[in-house]
Nanobody, 124 residues
């Protein structure tokens, strides 16, 4: 059983930056590809980014490509999401998730473990 705990959410102005962290425990971290998802009020949870087990490969949603960067530190069992040039439409609860899939997957149901989420609010 893997436990995931997100942190780093908060209020930021449009155009600003924020970095989210997700600390993992209870499993072998580098056995899992790690993803970030988000859910805005009244909307379904959507894929944001995913990083491979080694950190060599990443994939992003079109809406965040060029603005967000996912990274991981396997020595610290932590995955990060650096968010820049933020927009009001980035406002959501952000979740990290872990998948055993050996390739980069974007569907919610491919992920086994989820964090509790952290709120990100972008003011315009």
């Amino acid at each position: 059983q893997v436990q995931l705990v997100e942190s780093g959410g908060g209020l930021v102005q449009a155009g600003g930056s924020l970095r989210l962290s997700c600390a993992a425990s209870g499993g072998t971290f580098n056995n899992y590809a790690m993803g970030w998802f988000r859910q805005a009020p009244g909307k379904e949870r959507e894929f944001v980014a995913v990083i491979s087990r080694s950190g060599d490969h990443t994939l992003y949603a079109e809406s965040v490509k060029g603005r967000f960067t996912i990274s991981r530190d396997n020595a610290k069992n932590t995955v990060y999401l650096q968010m820049s040039s933020m927009k009001s439409e980035d406002t959501a609860v952000y979740y990290c998730a872990a998948t055993r899939r050996g390739w980069l997957v974007t569907a919610n149901n491919e992920y086994l473990y989820w964090g509790q989420g952290t709120q990100v609010t972008v003011s315009s």
